[in-house]
């Protein structure tokens, strides 16, 4: 994922949670999902700092 498409990424997800509250989804459930969607976010996210950080060093 390229850092130009973050706010794009940003914009998608407020929508949904806002969509999500106004239809009446409990916000612990919302809490708990985003928990349990950031270690997978963040574990695909890992591989392109690591080799951004491989050839900063080079």
Do not use: D, N, W
Not at 18 to 29: E, K, R, Y
Not at 39 to 56: D, G, I, N, T
Request: hydrophobic fraction near 55%; proline fraction near 7%; glycine fraction near 6%.
């Amino acid at each position: 994922m390229r850092r130009q498409h973050l706010p794009l990424h940003a914009t998608a997800l407020a929508i949904l949670v806002i969509g999500a509250l106004a239809v009446g989804v409990p916000t612990s459930f919302l809490a708990i999902g985003l928990l349990v969607l950031a270690c997978p976010l963040m574990m695909l996210r890992r591989p392109s700092q690591l080799a951004q950080h491989k050839y900063e060093e080079e």
